[in-house]
């Protein structure tokens, strides 16, 4: 007797294993040459950047930058406000799960918390705490039975739903653009800050990463080198990602900014009213391929026995993305000395998960919004300030139904912020957020890898005709796989029909 099983290739994905690390990172910060001594710190910002992943042996070495932006009071007569942009490299070490080749990694990084002292005039120490998250995704594919070809063999397949990885990548997105000053904001001698947001991520149609760069630069004015000015601009962002199978079924896509350069141009009267910006985008994306896919799951022959070798896998039976929009308010306690508040010369958020936790009913997220301000004290004679905060958030997206069984990544994203001056020495701060939750919905099935021991059935003399009285759980399947005789015959010979399994007790002809 030949008994083929048809095979179809199915990719599996699941993550292996999920590390966190936090990692203290100390800077040494030298005041440039060309600028004056540090009199105090007003404020610092600072983000870490990934930029290499190389494995070892066992050993998966996560590498990048820290990009610190301190703005400082000098120690000169005119006590001017200036700035320093420095980065410094970093390196954590992660395990590489044993005995997996083919694994992608997917890296979070954030900066908790920073610490910026002044050692003397000319030197700085940072102390700066990074966070990493590292999953490893072990991407496999197994061969699943989903047809088996015999002499009066039978057989029974189910249909289910399967969304494969078709593609993981990432796609560098250089930015380079001309801005021009608003008409009544005065020529740049020095740019001081330049705070930068990626909002509004999506992927169109034909694979265009659309996005929003959200730019809040700080100058120094030609006209005046007491004085500070800022300037806000939003710059679209547009570009194919040229992926490799256009026939999928979804995309998920998370951009994270991984360098923004700004520095004054000249106009065509030789004024620097144009600020030149060239950055880099890294847009990583998962591109998933939902089948519907034929199972064998049991069978037999009426002639011979067999067992069909079975593999218990998890698969992914669904890819989506549950987005909801929130506000955070917050009132900001400022110190203004003996002074009040006066003017908010320029306000930078930026949004931090800090947890997620999946209980099968919904996803629990707290977050933390890190407040970057600048602002002035004084009536006749303005002083600035600055102060970097946080406002903490917590959040509750309820699931769609409950499915302990799902893996879930959470991203947040500020649409818009914006800031009122609420009294003497408090700023009200308001941000519009979105938290973005991809979901994989996973379920544990068993899949038919194999066909062993056929061998000729041993022959049992039954009677022509055979009542059986149906017991509960009873299916046709079963009974037929019992008696070893074809489904169709037993509704033929019955007056039944296969959507309807037979009522414990009901008496069933099985004719020889």
Same mark, same amino acid.
């Given at each position: 007797?030949?008994?083929?099983?048809?095979?179809?290739?199915?990719?599996?994905y699941?993550?292996?294993?999920?590390?966190q690390k936090?990692e203290l990172v100390e800077?040494?910060?030298?005041?440039?040459?060309?600028?004056?001594?540090?009199?105090? %710190?007003l404020?610092?910002d600072?983000?870490?950047v990934v930029k290499?992943?190389?494995?070892?042996?066992?050993?998966?070495?996560?590498g990048?930058e820290?990009?610190?932006?301190v703005i400082y009071?000098?120690?000169?007569?005119?006590?001017?406000?200036?700035?320093i942009?420095v980065s410094a490299?970093?390196?954590?070490?992660?395990s590489?799960?044993a005995g997996?080749e083919?694994v992608?990694?997917i890296?979070?990084?954030?900066v908790?918390?920073?610490?910026?002292?002044?050692?003397?005039?000319?030197?700085?120490?940072?102390?700066?705490?990074?966070?990493?998250n590292?999953?490893f995704l072990?991407?496999?594919?197994?061969?699943a039975?989903e047809?088996?070809?015999?002499?009066?063999?039978?057989?029974?397949?189910?249909?289910q739903?399967?969304?494969?990885?078709?593609?993981?990548?990432?796609?560098n997105?250089n930015?380079?653009?001309l801005l021009?000053?608003?008409?009544n904001?005065?020529?740049i001698?020095?740019?001081?800050y330049c705070g930068?947001?990626?909002?509004?991520v999506?992927?169109?149609?034909n694979?265009?990463?659309?996005?929003?760069l959200?730019l809040n630069i700080l100058?120094?004015?030609?006209?005046?080198?007491?004085?500070?000015?800022?300037?806000?601009?939003?710059?679209?962002?547009?570009?194919?990602?040229?992926?490799?199978?256009?026939?999928?079924?979804?995309?998920?896509?998370?951009?994270?900014?991984?360098?923004?350069?700004?520095?004054?141009?000249?106009?065509?009267?030789?004024?620097?009213?144009?600020?030149?910006?060239?950055?880099?985008?890294?847009?990583?994306?998962?591109v998933?391929?939902?089948e519907?896919?034929?199972?064998?799951?049991?069978?037999?022959?009426?002639?011979?026995?067999?067992?069909?070798e079975k593999?218990?896998v998890?698969v992914?039976?669904e890819?989506?993305?549950i987005?909801?929009?929130?506000?955070?308010n917050?009132?900001l306690p400022?110190?203004?000395?003996?002074?009040?508040?006066?003017?908010?010369?320029?306000?930078?958020?930026?949004p931090?998960l800090?947890?997620a936790?999946?209980?099968?009913?919904?996803?629990?997220v707290?977050g933390?919004?890190n407040?970057?301000?600048?602002?002035?004290?004084?009536?006749?004679?303005r002083v600035l300030?600055?102060a970097?905060?946080?406002?903490?958030?917590?959040?509750r997206?309820a699931l769609?139904e409950?499915n302990?069984?799902?893996?879930?990544?959470?991203?947040l994203?500020?649409?818009?912020s914006?800031h009122?001056?609420?009294?003497?020495?408090?700023?009200a701060?308001?941000?519009?957020?979105?938290?973005?939750a991809?979901?994989?919905v996973?379920?544990?099935i068993n %899949?038919v890898?194999g066909?062993k021991g056929i061998?000729?059935?041993?022959?049992?003399e039954?009677?022509?005709?055979?009542?059986?009285?149906?017991?509960?759980?009873?299916?046709?399947?079963s009974i037929?796989?019992?008696?070893?005789?074809?489904?169709?015959?037993?509704m033929?010979?019955?007056?039944m029909?296969?959507e309807?399994?037979?009522?414990?007790?009901?008496?069933?002809?099985?004719?020889?």
């Amino acid at each position: 007797m030949a008994v083929e099983l048809i095979k179809k290739p199915i990719s599996l994905y699941q993550v292996i294993d999920e590390q966190q690390k936090e990692e203290l990172v100390e800077t040494g910060i030298i005041v440039p040459d060309s600028k004056p001594d540090v009199l105090d %710190i007003l404020a610092v910002d600072v983000s870490a950047v990934v930029k290499t992943r190389e494995k070892t042996g066992r050993v998966m070495e996560i590498g990048g930058e820290l990009c610190y932006q301190v703005i400082y009071r000098a120690d000169n007569q005119e006590q001017s406000i200036e700035a320093i942009n420095v980065s410094a490299p970093w390196s954590v070490s992660f395990s590489y799960p044993a005995g997996e080749e083919n694994v992608h990694t997917i890296v979070r990084s954030t900066v908790e918390h920073t610490d910026v002292e002044i050692i003397n005039g000319r030197k700085l120490g940072a102390k700066s705490v990074v966070k990493l998250n590292v999953k490893f995704l072990a991407v496999q594919t197994v061969e699943a039975g989903e047809n088996l070809q015999g002499e009066n063999v039978y057989q029974k397949a189910d249909q289910q739903e399967i969304a494969m990885i078709e593609d993981i990548g990432e796609r560098n997105i250089n930015i380079s653009e001309l801005l021009e000053l608003p008409n009544n904001k005065p020529a740049i001698e020095e740019i001081l800050y330049c705070g930068a947001v990626l909002r509004d991520v999506n992927v169109s149609g034909n694979d265009t990463l659309e996005s929003v760069l959200e730019l809040n630069i700080l100058y120094r004015p030609d006209n005046d080198s007491a004085q500070v000015e800022n300037a806000f601009f939003e710059v679209p962002v547009s570009a194919k990602l040229d992926l490799d199978n256009m026939y999928y079924t979804s995309l998920t896509v998370n951009g994270t900014i991984r360098s923004v350069n700004a520095r004054p141009d000249e106009d065509l009267d030789g004024l620097l009213t144009r600020i030149r910006i060239d950055g880099e985008i890294c847009a990583e994306y998962v591109v998933y391929a939902s089948e519907n896919v034929n199972l064998v799951n049991d069978a037999y022959a009426t002639d011979y026995d067999f067992e069909l070798e079975k593999k218990p896998v998890t698969v992914s039976v669904e890819e989506k993305d549950i987005s909801e929009n929130i506000q955070v308010n917050a009132n900001l306690p400022l110190e203004c000395g003996n002074d009040t508040l006066q003017e908010v010369q320029c306000v930078c958020v930026k949004p931090r998960l800090l947890s997620a936790e999946n209980d099968g009913n919904g996803i629990d997220v707290t977050g933390c919004l890190n407040v970057f301000v600048l602002y002035g004290t004084g009536s006749d004679m303005r002083v600035l300030r600055g102060a970097s905060q946080e406002v903490q958030f917590t959040h509750r997206i309820a699931l769609p139904e409950e499915n302990p069984a799902c893996d879930c990544d959470v991203q947040l994203a500020v649409n818009s912020s914006s800031h009122d001056i609420r009294s003497g020495n408090e700023l009200a701060i308001k941000a519009d957020l979105t938290i973005k939750a991809h979901l994989s919905v996973k379920a544990k099935i068993n %899949i038919v890898t194999g066909v062993k021991g056929i061998r000729p059935a041993e022959k049992k003399e039954n009677p022509p005709i055979l009542i059986y009285y149906a017991q509960d759980g009873d299916t046709l399947w079963s009974i037929a796989r019992k008696y070893r005789v074809s489904i169709q015959k037993i509704m033929n010979d019955n007056g039944m029909t296969e959507e309807t399994d037979p009522a414990a007790g009901q008496k069933i002809f099985l004719i020889g």
